[in-house]
């Protein structure tokens, strides 16, 4: 089955760039199966999602970081990556990337996230 | 932008079924998934499409989603029950998570 494992530093700078990959293993980044997503969790528990990326659906980010998320995908080393950019303390987080499943049944969307990687902590310093 | 509303906390006696709510504006024209989360692991779903239990989750976890709440319930909790659960919905091609709930089984 798919795994994925996140890869970066722990540690960011304010105002500089938090930069993240994850490593699919298990199965092609190529499919067309899962839709390749980023999601942080803050220290007091909640889960944010930062955005996705598909083939067959395109880029999706949060409308609340658009303006300073890139996400990218390495077809030939099987990764795709996260930019946040510039970052600050409310940054830090457990950043994780994970595969969602997407389809219809019964005229409505699903979407979940099926396969989780373990996390990687990001401390923004000042 | 959307938002989904959990309790903070719920409690439970073992072998008594447990409730979490997931509350949203027309919540029930949406698919609703729930991942729980214990203490330092990654979330993982335990039901989707509101009521789809994958392999591996034992059947005690079962779900509903109607009108504006969607509910997920733990029949016969266990103590290994016991982590945060959250729920989570598509909404415009964005995905939404609930704040999270803390199950605490004693």
């Known amino acids: 089955q798919v795994q994925l494992q996140e890869s970066g530093p722990g540690l960011v700078k304010s105002s500089q760039t938090l930069s993240l990959t994850c490593t699919v293993s298990?199965?092609?980044?190529?499919?067309?199966?899962?839709?390749w997503s980023w999601i942080r969790q803050f220290p007091g528990k909640g889960l944010e999602w930062i955005g996705y990326?598909?083939?067959?659906?395109?880029?999706y980010y949060s409308p609340s970081l658009k303006s300073r998320v890139t996400m990218s995908v390495d077809s030939s080393k099987n990764r795709f990556s996260l930019n946040l950019s510039p970052v600050t303390a409310a940054d830090t987080a457990v950043y994780y990337c994970?595969?969602?499943?997407?389809?219809?049944?019964?005229?409505?969307?699903?979407?979940?996230?099926?396969?989780w990687g373990k996390g990687t902590t990001v401390t923004v310093s000042s | 932008s959307y938002e989904l509303t959990q309790p903070p906390s719920v409690s439970v006696s073992p072998g008594q079924t447990g409730s979490i709510t997931c509350s949203g504006d027309?919540?029930?024209?949406?698919?609703v998934s729930w991942y729980q989360q214990k203490p330092g692991q990654s979330p993982v779903v335990v039901i989707y499409?509101?009521?789809k239990r994958p392999s591996g989750v034992p059947e005690r976890f079962s779900g509903s989603n109607s009108g504006n709440t969607a509910t997920l319930t733990i029949s016969g909790t266990q103590a290994m029950d016991e982590a945060d659960y959250y729920c989570?919905?598509?909404?415009?091609?964005?995905?939404?998570f609930g704040g999270g709930t803390k199950l605490t089984v004693l």
């Open positions: 994970a595969g969602a499943l997407t389809g219809t049944a019964l005229n409505y969307y699903y979407h979940y996230i099926d396969v």
């Open positions: 989570q919905a598509w909404d415009s091609r964005t995905v939404v």
């Open positions: 990326i598909s083939y067959t659906d395109g880029m």
């Open positions: 027309k919540l029930g024209d949406q698919y």
């Open positions: 298990g199965g092609s980044i190529s499919s067309s199966d899962y839709y």
């Open positions: 499409q509101d009521s």
